[in-house]
């Protein structure tokens, strides 16, 4: 069973930047795909980024060009480096694994398994 563990998160002002860590144990790294989901206050929680095992990414029109995910299977890590920040990003940020199979990687449905969850905070 994989476990995931989030670090990064914090305050900070528009236009700034942040970069959110997700380490991962218990399993083959390498074998796992990853995604980062936000949830803001009253909102439902939704996709922001993906990397596959090919190293495909994949971000929705909201945070292209803003945000890149990337990982590093020797440190068991996926990261997401976050540019140019809004106060609209202000949410908690979630991690996600899957074992490797077919199919999308944009969905809570398509993950195995989840982070405690770290927060963002976008002040204007």
């Known amino acids: 069973q994989v476990q995931l563990v989030e670090s990064g998160g914090g305050l900070v002002q528009a236009g700034g930047s942040l970069r959110l860590s997700c380490a991962a144990s218990?399993?083959?790294?390498?074998?796992?795909?990853m995604g980062w989901f936000r949830q803001a206050r009253g909102k439902e929680r939704e996709f922001v980024a993906a990397?596959?095992?090919?190293?495909?990414?994949y971000y929705p029109d909201s945070v292209k060009g803003r945000f890149t995910i990337s990982r590093d299977n020797a440190k068991n890590t996926v990261y997401l480096q976050m540019n140019n920040l809004k106060p609209e990003d202000t949410a908690v940020f979630y991690c996600?694994?899957?074992?490797?199979?077919?199919?999308?990687?944009?969905?809570?449905?398509?993950?195995?398994?989840w982070g405690q969850g770290t927060q963002v905070t976008v002040s204007s």
């Open positions: 990397i596959a095992r090919s190293g495909s990414t």
């Open positions: 996600a694994a899957r074992a490797y199979r077919l199919g999308l990687l944009i969905r809570e449905a398509d993950y195995d398994a």
């Open positions: 218990g399993v083959t790294f390498s074998n796992y795909e």
